[in-house]
T-cell receptor
């Protein structure tokens, strides 16, 4: 069964707005990663946050990690239509083996 | 450039045939290769982990006799779907383990995926 649960499952916003996606997990982790996947395509690695980090930024992306609550959030600021994709969190427990969340389908309307 | 390649990128086959998917690690040696499966509108599920020079380990519920994995070299792992059926239609994605890389070890790379359609 999937360790990660994401919410919302689907998110539709207007261009320029911020998008926030959440991820929860169940076991201890080494790190948590966020990925993007365009329809029918491969995965694109967005950002990795280690278990001893609380927040990380990369361009318009901001990721937080709360290990006490076993949760993470991905914030995309000033969204663009090109950000439309599925976003997955994935937790690494050991040896680069990843467990993926259910994913959030983000639609950014122009 | 691509770090991991997969071939073929898509394949359509008749029920009962076998399909081989190749995954190559282009920039580094991969002692471990993870194979994931993704059904439409679903997340990725780890199927099995191949290990160079030894037997693969399979996740619960994945039939090892149906999904044959070979990891004969440090740069090539193959997944063969034997006697494929329509329910095997899925997107198969490989990802090399990070232990063979000295730099950017935290970045997990994935192959571009192989879309299998079984008629």
């Amino acid at each position: 069964s999937q360790q990660g649960e994401e919410d919302p499952q689907a998110l539709s916003i207007q261009e320029g707005e911020n998008a926030t996606m959440n991820c929860s997990y169940k076991t201890s982790i080494n790190n948590l990663q966020w990925y993007r996947q365009n329809s029918g395509r491969g995965l694109v690695h967005l950002i990795l946050i280690r278990s001893n980090e609380r927040e990380k930024h990369s361009g318009r992306l901001r990721v937080t990690l709360d290990t006490s609550k076993k949760s993470s959030s991905l914030l995309i600021t000033a969204s663009r239509a090109a950000d439309t994709a599925s976003y997955f969190c994935a937790t690494e427990t050991s040896g680069s083996r990843l467990t993926f969340g259910e994913g959030t389908q983000l639609t950014v309307n122009p | 450039g691509a770090v991991v390649s997969q071939h073929p990128s898509w394949v359509i086959c008749k029920s009962g045939t076998s399909v081989k998917i190749e995954c190559r690690s282009l920039d580094f040696q991969a002692t471990t290769m993870f194979w994931y499966r993704q059904f439409p509108k679903q997340s990725l599920m780890l199927m099995a982990t191949s290990n160079e020079g030894s037997k693969a380990t399979y996740e619960q519920g994945v039939e090892k006799d149906k999904f044959l994995i070979n990891h004969a070299s440090l740069t090539l792992s193959t997944l063969t779907v034997t006697s494929a059926h329509p329910e095997d239609s899925s997107f198969y994605i490989c990802s090399p383990g990070t232990s063979g890389r000295a730099i950017l070890a935290d970045t997990q790379y994935f192959g571009p995926g192989t879309r299998l359609t079984v008629l």
